[in-house]
DNA sequence: TTGTATGCGTTATCAG
DNA sequence: CTGATAACGCATACAA
C-alpha cells in the first residue's frame, strides 16, 4: 500500500523526483536514485496500475472476447490453445489479459464498446463470433485495435488472423477424390460460422474441378456437434445408400459420422471413408483414427497477439496472417468399396 | 471517451449529481436522472473503470495466476475446465477475469504480492504452483484475498478447493484388489506436487488395509507425462514380472503404462490392468477404455471463484470446499492372470 | 434535492 | 538535477 508519496516523505525528495527515479529517467542523480530505490524497496512499494493507467492513458492490458469459454464447450480444447498462444505471446511483451467473462445473456446488457472502455483495454483479441453477432459490427465502427480470430475483415483498426480454411478443405475433399471416391457428402458447422462457408468452398472447388456433379441435398449442417452429425449422417446413408465418403467441417462431427456408419452396420474406412476437421487431440485415437486436417490454434493465437501488438505500436505492417493447415492421413480414408458388392 | 464532466456540462447539472444519477442513489430527482441518463446515452458515455476503482478501492477484477497455461500443456485441458468454471462463476456476479501471464523466467522478476498490488486485483485464484514454489509462501504472507486450487492450505485470507484425492486413490486400488490383484505399482507425478503426496496416501492406505505388501521400488515418479510413465513402466514390469496392476496419478501417465504394454507384448486388461486419474475426454477413446477417477474441474473452477468472492464479501463461512470424485469403470481393469501361464 | 471541495496515485509541464 | 502544480475521471463528506 506504500505509494511514492511515503517514498518521498521517506527520502525528503519530491514526489516527481521519487517518479522520475523509479522510471529510469537520466536527469536525476545517480545516488538520489540509489536511496529512492533503496526505500522503495524498504517500503515494499509497487506502483498502482490504475493511477498510472489514468494518467497514461496505456494498461499494458489486452481485452479476450471469447464465446464459449463455458460449460458446453468443454471438450473443446481449441479455445485453449488459442488462449496459451495469445498468453505466451502476451508474456513475452509484458501485456497481461483480460478475460471478459460475457454470457449471450450478458451480451445484450453490455455493449462491445463499452466494456472495452470502461476497463480500458489497449487492444482486443475475439474470438468465436458469429457472422450475425452484433459485436461485430461494433467492433468496425469503434476506434478500439482489434484482432479477429476466423473472421476476414479488416480495417484502419482492426486485422485479422486465420488459416487457409478453403484451400485445406479442397485438400480433404481433393485426397478423397484422389481415393476414387465420387459419391460425397459433407457435413458442415453452421451458416453463421465463416469458417463454415470457406469450408463449404473448398468442397465445391474440389467437386467442381474433378467434374463429379454433387447434390445440394449431401450438404447439411451438423451445428458443429456429435450428435447432430451423426443424426444427419443416418439420414443420409439412408437415403442416398451410393454416397462412400463424408467430409467433416469439424473432427467432433467426424465421430458422429464414425457413430452414425455403427449405427447403420457400415465399416471405416472399409465401406465408409470419412474426413474431419481440427486435429484436435482425441482424434487419434478414434476407430479408427481420423484422417483431418490439422489447424495449429496455438500458432494462431500466438500470431493474434503479436499483430494487436505490432498495431499497438501502430507499425502499418500486414493487418492479416493466414497460415496454413495440414492433411494429416490416418486410417478413417480409403478407396471406396461400394457396399452392395 | 465522454466523461461525467461532459455530461454535467451537457445538462448543466454538477459532476456528483451526475455521478449520483449514474449510480443509481435515490436522493437524486427521476426527473434529472432521466435528463442525465439521456445525456449520458448521447454522449455514449460509458465509466472510466481506471478512475473508479482507483477511488473505490475495488476493480471487480479477479486475478489469475495459473503455471501451465503454455505450450507444452497444451494438451491438458484440465487447466481449461478450471477456468471455464472461474469464468462462469465470476460472469454471474460481474467480475472479470485477469490473466497473469507469468513465466517461470519472469517469476523472478516480480513477485506475487507485486503481480497482484499494480493490477490492484480484488482477489487471486492460484493453479498448478508446486509445493517448493516460492509464490507459496507470498500468498501466505500476503494480505491479498487468495484462493488455491488443490493446495490444502488455509489463514486469514487464503482458502481453498480440492477434490478428495486420498479417499478416491483409495478407492481406486481397493477396485484393483477387489478384482484380486495383490502386486499393484504405482506411477505418480513428482513429489512437489500436494495431490501426488496425497494420491500416494491413498494408496498405501488401500494396501495396507488389505495387509497386502508393497515394495517401495514399485512406487515411482513419472512427471505427470506419458513418455516418462511408459520408461518407468517398462523398467518396473521388465524388473518386477510378478506386477499385474498399476494405478497411475494422472489419465496420460495411464496412456504410457498401456504403451509400455504393448510395449512388453502384454494385453491390457489381460494380462495387465491399469487405473488412470482425471478422467481426460480422452480416456473413453483410449485402447482400451481408461477405468479412471473422474474429477469435476468445471465444478473445482466454480467452487474457487464462489469461494473467493464470497470471502471478498467477508462473509465468514467454510474458507475450503472438497469435492468428491468418483471412480469410472470401464475396460483397462479385469481379475488379473499371471502372465505366466 | 443539488453543488462545492477534496482526494485516490501517477505522470507531465514547466519553473527553478 | 530537482520541485511545485496541474491534470486523469470518479466518488464522497459536507454544505447549502
Redesign the interface.
Known amino acids: 500500500m506504500a505509494t511514492i508519496k511515503d517514498i518521498s516523505q521517506l527520502t525528503g525528495f519530491s514526489i516527481t523526483t521519487v517518479s522520475r527515479a523509479l522510471n529510469g529517467y537520466s536527469d536525476v542523480s545517480e545516488s538520489t536514485r540509489k536511496l529512492i530505490k533503496e526505500a522503495a524497496e524498504s517500503l ?1 512499494y ?6 498510472r ?2 494518467v497514461m492513458k496505456e ?1 499494458k ?1 489486452l481485452g ?1 472476447l471469447v464465446s464459449g ?3 458446453k ?3 473443446n ?1 481449441f ?3 488459442v ?3 495469445i ?2 505471446s ?2 513475452n511483451s509484458d ?9 449471450t445473456a ?1 451480451q445484450k446488457m453490455k455493449t462491445y ?2 466494456l472495452c ?4 483495454v489497449d487492444g482486443v483479441i475475439l474470438q468465436g463470433v458469429k457472422t450475425d453477432d452484433p459485436y461485430l459490427q461494433e467492433v468496425l465502427d469503434s476506434d478500439i485495435p482489434c484482432v479477429l480470430i476466423d473472421i476476414p475483415i479488416q480495417s484502419e483498426n482492426v486485422g485479422y488472423v486465420s488459416t487457409n480454411h478453403k484451400e485445406s478443405a479442397q485438400a480433404a475433399v481433393e485426397h478423397l477424390i484422389r481415393l476414387g471416391h465420387q459419391k460425397i457428402a459433407m457435413i458442415n458447422g453452421y451458416p453463421e460460422a465463416f469458417v463454415s462457408k470457406e469450408r463449404f468452398e473448398g468442397f465445391v472447388t474440389a467437386m467442381d474441378q474433378a467434374g463429379l456433379n454433387w447434390k445440394r441435398e449431401w450438404v447439411v449442417n451438423g451445428d458443429f456437434t456429435e450428435e447432430e452429425a451423426q443424426h444427419q449422417a443416418v439420414k443420409l446413408l439412408r437415403a442416398y445408400p451410393e454416397i462412400t465418403a463424408f467430409f467433416c467441417a469439424s473432427d467432433m462431427m467426424a465421430l458422429g459420422v464414425i457413430k452414425a456408419a455403427n449405427e447403420m452396420g457400415l465399416s471405416v474406412p472399409g465401406q465408409l471413408s470419412i474426413v474431419g476437421f481440427d486435429d484436435i ?2 482424434a487419434v ?3 479408427p483414427p481420423l484422417t483431418t486436417i490439422g489447424q495449429n490454434m ?1 500458432q494462431l493465437g500466438y500470431e493474434a497477439a503479436n499483430l494487436l501488438m505490432r498495431m499497438l505500436k501502430s507499425e502499418d505492417s500486414p493487418k492479416s496472417n493466414v497460415l496454413r493447415n495440414e492433411l494429416i492421413l490416418r486410417s478413417s480414408t480409403d478407396k471406396p468399396h461400394h457396399r452392395n458388392i
Open positions: 515494499s509497487s506502483p498502482n496500475g490504475l493511477a493507467g489514468l494498461t492490458t479476450l469459454m463455458t460449460y464447450n468443454i471438450d480444447n479455445v485453449f490453445e488462449l496459451c498462444g498468453n505466451d502476451a508474456a501485456y497481461d489479459l483480460i478475460l471478459f467473462s460475457t454470457n450478458k464498446t463499452q472502455r470502461e476497463r480500458k487431440p482425441t485415437y478414434f476407430q496455438y
